[in-house]
C-alpha cells in the first residue's frame, strides 16, 4: 500500500524558516510561487532577462530576480522550468549558488533520473509533483483544498529531505489533499510511460484510427468526430467519478456488452507488448535521450508531426465543429 501524508504529518514552519527560489513562472512555477507565499514562506522568482513572465509575475506581487540571483539568496531552489532545458539552467544558474545544505527542488524526475542534472553531495534533493496542472493547484490552493502531490527524495544530505518536501506540499495545498511517496525513478518512468502509452499518446492514436476508420468506409467526418473524440470526455468524466463500473453502468447495455467483446480485439496482446517494449526504451534511458537529441537538435521530426496532425481531418472538422458549441472553451 501506498504511504499517505496529510496536513497533521507535514510541519510548515519548515519551509516557512527557508528561503524559496522558484525557477520558472509557467503552469507548475505560478502556482509555487503565489501559494508558498501566502502560506507565509519567503519567495523569489528566477527569470531570464527578457522572460515574457516578469511582468506578470510582478503584478502578482512576487520579486523576480534572475536565476542564478534567486538561486543564490535561496536555500531551497525548486526547478520548473521546461524539462529538456533544465541542465542548462542548473548549469549556468543554479549550480555554482548551491552550498552545502541547500536543497534542489523538482516536480518531475527526469533530469535526475537520466542522469542530465547531478547535483553534488551535501545538497537534498527532492520531489514535490502535484498530480494535476498548475492552473488547478493554485484554483484550488485559494479556495482552500490542494491536489494531490506525489514527493520523493533522490539525496537526503541533510537527513531530513522528506521532511522538508512533505513542508513544501503543504505550502501549495497538496497535503491537504493527500501525499503520496514515491521514487524520482518511480515517478519518472510511469509519468513517461502513462503520457505515451494511455493519456497522450495511446488515446490520440486510438481517436485517430477510429476516425480514419469511419470515414474509410464513407461515414460523413463530422459524425466520425462526435462519435470518435468529442464523446470521449463524456466516457473518461465517468470513469474518473467512479472507475470503468461506474462508465458501464451509465452507458447502455449495449455499449457494455460492445466494450468487453471488441476493447480486447482492439487493444491487443501485441499491443500491450509494444507497451512493455516502450517501458523498457524509457526504463533503459533510450527515449530520454532521443527526446534530448531531438529538442536541442531544433525540433524538426516534432515539427513535422505536429504540422502533420493540424492538417488531419480529425482537426479540421473539430476545428468547424467546435464552433457550434458554445460552451466548448476552446482557445484557438
Ligand atoms: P511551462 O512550460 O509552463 O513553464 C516554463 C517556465 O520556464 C516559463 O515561465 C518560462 O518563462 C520559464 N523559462 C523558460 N526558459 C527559462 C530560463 N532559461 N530561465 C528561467 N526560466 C525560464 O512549464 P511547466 O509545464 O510548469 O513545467 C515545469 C516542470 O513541472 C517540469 O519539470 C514539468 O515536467 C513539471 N510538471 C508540470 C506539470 C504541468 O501541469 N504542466 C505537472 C506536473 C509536473
Ligand atoms: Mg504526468
Ligand atoms: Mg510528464
Ligand atoms: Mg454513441
Ligand atoms: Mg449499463
Not at 537526503?156 to 506540499?169: P, Q, R, V
Request: charged share 25%; proline share 3%.
Amino acid at each position: 500500500m501506498a504511504e499517505l501524508f496529510y496536513d497533521a504529518d507535514a510541519d510548515l514552519s519548515i519551509i516557512q524558516g527557508r528561503k524559496v527560489a522558484v525557477i520558472g513562472y509557467g503552469s507548475q512555477g505560478h502556482a509555487h510561487a503565489l501559494s508558498l507565499r501566502d502560506s507565509g514562506v519567503d519567495v523569489r522568482v528566477g527569470l531570464h532577462e527578457g522572460s515574457k513572465s516578469k511582468a506578470k509575475a510582478e503584478e502578482q506581487g512576487l520579486r523576480v530576480v534572475t536565476p542564478a540571483e534567486a538561486s543564490k539568496e535561496a536555500d531551497v531552489i525548486m526547478v520548473l522550468v521546461p524539462d529538456p532545458i533544465q541542465a542548462q539552467v542548473y548549469e549556468e544558474s543554479i549550480k555554482d549558488n548551491l552550498k552545502e545544505g541547500d536543497a534542489l527542488f523538482f516536480g518531475h524526475g527526469l533530469n535526475i533520473r537520466f542522469g542530465f542534472i547531478k547535483a553534488p553531495e551535501g545538497v537534498d534533493v527532492c520531489m514535490v509533483a502535484p498530480k494535476g496542472p498548475g492552473h488547478l493547484v493554485r484554483r484550488q490552493y485559494e479556495e482552500g483544498r490542494g491536489v494531490p502531490c506525489i514527493a520523493a527524495v533522490e539525496q537526503d544530505a541533510t537527513g531530513k529531505g522528506f521532511d522538508l518536501a512533505l513542508s513544501y506540499a503543504k505550502g501549495i495545498g497538496g497535503t491537504r489533499a493527500g501525499v503520496i511517496k514515491t521514487t524520482f525513478t518511480e515517478e519518472t518512468e510511469t509519468d513517461l510511460f502513462g503520457e505515451q502509452a494511455v493519456l497522450c499518446g495511446g488515446t490520440a492514436a486510438l481517436v485517430k484510427a477510429g476516425f480514419e476508420t469511419l470515414v474509410e468506409a464513407g461515414y460523413q467526418p463530422e459524425i466520425a468526430y462526435f462519435e470518435c473524440l468529442h464523446e470521449l470526455k463524456l466516457i473518461v468524466d465517468l470513469m474518473y467519478e467512479g472507475g470503468l463500473e461506474k462508465m458501464r453502468w451509465s452507458v447502455s447495455e449495449t455499449a457494455e456488452w460492445g466494450d468487453y467483446v471488441t476493447g480486447p480485439r482492439i487493444i491487443t496482446d501485441a499491443t500491450k507488448a509494444e507497451m512493455k517494449k516502450v517501458l523498457a526504451e524509457i526504463q533503459d534511458g533510450t527515449f530520454a535521450k532521443n527526446w534530448m537529441d531531438e529538442y536541442h537538435g531544433g525540433l524538426k521530426k516534432y515539427n513535422e508531426y505536429k504540422t502533420q496532425d493540424s492538417e488531419h481531418l480529425l482537426e479540421t472538422t473539430g476545428k468547424e465543429l467546435r464552433k457550434l458549441m458554445s460552451w466548448v472553451n476552446d482557445n484557438e
